[in-house]
């Protein structure tokens, strides 16, 4: 599920700031969601300020190419939806078709992801290519 929420935040001038944040959260239902996202939210609110659900819909990624062994650490790092297009053979009609599918990339901007893509389609034995790579508003992917 990907849920936007919408809060207050004070900035570093102690102003108070309108804020939207979007979450990837992988659960099944939208109330597991919307739970989760507010629980990351609610320590960055300012005391007392509403925190809202803006939205809350249903993703599909096929993939996720996270940096879970923290390569990416001491750099500026935002998520990438990146649209592969591969070709597969369909045994019920003989034939080669397309297939589209999704991959959520977290790299430091857009050809670093398109390389990543790369890197992980590279001993596949089906022709594939790189669609689109686009950034998303996506700030973190909760798993667990």
Excluded: W
Aim: proline share 2%; aromatic share 6%; net charge negative.
């Amino acid at each position: 599920m990907e849920v936007k929420v919408a809060f207050t935040k004070e900035n570093e001038d102690g102003k108070l700031q309108k804020q939207q944040q979007v979450y990837l959260i992988e659960t099944l239902t939208f109330a597991d969601a919307e739970s989760k996202a507010l629980e990351q939210v609610k320590p960055l609110a300012h005391l007392g300020s509403d925190i809202e659900v803006a939205a809350c819909k249903r993703v599909t990624y096929d993939r996720l190419l996270l940096d879970e062994v923290g390569e990416l650490a001491d750099k500026d790092k935002a998520f990438y939806k990146a649209k592969v297009t591969m070709t597969i053979f369909d045994e019920s009609t003989g034939r080669e078709k397309p297939a589209t599918f999704y991959l959520l990339v977290e790299d430091t901007d857009v050809p670093a992801a398109h390389k990543t893509v790369q890197n992980h389609l590279k001993d596949s034995v089906n022709d594939y290519t790189i669609d689109d790579v686009v950034k998303t508003k996506i700030i973190e992917v909760i798993t667990h």
